[in-house]
């Protein structure tokens, strides 16, 4: 059942999709919007989704009439918006002065983390994976999430307001380009 190289591909197949390191200006801005966030909640929350997405995921969306095209659409207006917001210093996802933690549930941990992208290729990885290995790829990735998430103080610091504007409006761009390519992807 368990399997070294399984584990591994998952693991990295997650990693890259997930792409926390690129999401890191996007974290710090939003930290900038509402306060502080909470690591731990979003990374539970996300690895909640992701696991469900992994046991009951594609009987969900049948549950709704949602296909799995129609969810990742759904995801990729989210990322594009997020990413609008980086390149044009607009804000769309105002924060909710009576609810400051919500922004580590929406949309740190769903989209960011657990979004389209992610919980899409769970599905798509059960098809060539055993459950078990994509399980602990996606246990060693929220490790990695909650790490990143607990360093951003550290990389603002370190990579000082110029390279965050900098890093934001780059990685603004890979989110539109993410979102269109998500969006073209499943809209044919």
Same mark, same amino acid.
């Given at each position: 059942?368990?399997?070294?190289? &399984?584990?591994?591909?998952?693991?990295?197949?997650?990693? #890259?999709?997930?792409?926390?390191?690129?999401?890191?200006?996007?974290?710090?801005?939003?930290?900038?919007?509402?306060?502080?966030?909470?690591?731990?909640?979003? @990374?539970?929350?996300?690895?909640?989704?992701?696991?469900?997405?992994?046991?009951?995921?594609?009987?969900?969306?049948?549950?709704?009439?949602?296909?799995?095209?129609?969810?990742?659409?759904?995801?990729?207006?989210?990322?594009?918006?997020?990413?609008? &917001?980086?390149? *044009?210093?607009? &804000?769309?996802?105002?924060?909710?002065? &009576?609810?400051?933690?919500?922004? #580590?549930?929406?949309?740190?941990?769903?989209? *960011?983390?657990?979004?389209?992208?992610?919980?899409?290729?769970?599905?798509?990885?059960? #098809?060539?994976?055993?459950?078990?290995?994509?399980?602990?790829?996606?246990?060693?990735?929220?490790?990695?999430?909650?790490?990143?998430?607990?360093? @951003?103080?550290?990389?603002?610091?370190?990579?000082?307001?110029?390279?965050?504007?900098?890093?934001?409006?780059?990685?603004?761009?890979?989110?539109? #380009?993410?979102?269109?390519?998500?969006?073209?992807?499943?809209?044919?």
């Amino acid at each position: 059942m368990f399997d070294l190289r &399984e584990v591994f591909s998952v693991t990295l197949i997650l990693f #890259s999709v997930i792409d926390i390191l690129g999401s890191i200006p996007i974290i710090i801005n939003l930290r900038k919007k509402v306060g502080h966030i909470q690591s731990g909640k979003a @990374t539970i929350a996300a690895g909640i989704l992701m696991v469900l997405f992994l046991l009951v995921g594609k009987s969900i969306l049948n549950l709704f009439g949602i296909g799995v095209d129609d969810f990742a659409i759904a995801g990729a207006l989210i990322i594009f918006a997020l990413g609008a &917001e980086m390149i *044009l210093g607009i &804000e769309i996802f105002k924060p909710d002065p &009576e609810a400051t933690t919500s922004a #580590s549930i929406v949309p740190i941990a769903f989209p *960011l983390i657990a979004g389209a992208g992610t919980l899409t290729t769970i599905l798509t990885l059960k #098809s060539e994976y055993t459950q078990f290995n994509i399980g602990i790829g996606i246990v060693i990735n929220l490790i990695i999430v909650f790490v990143v998430l607990k360093s @951003t103080n550290w990389l603002e610091m370190k990579l000082g307001k110029t390279g965050l504007d900098v890093l934001r409006r780059i990685f603004g761009i890979i989110l539109l #380009s993410i979102a269109i390519k998500i969006f073209k992807t499943n809209l044919f």
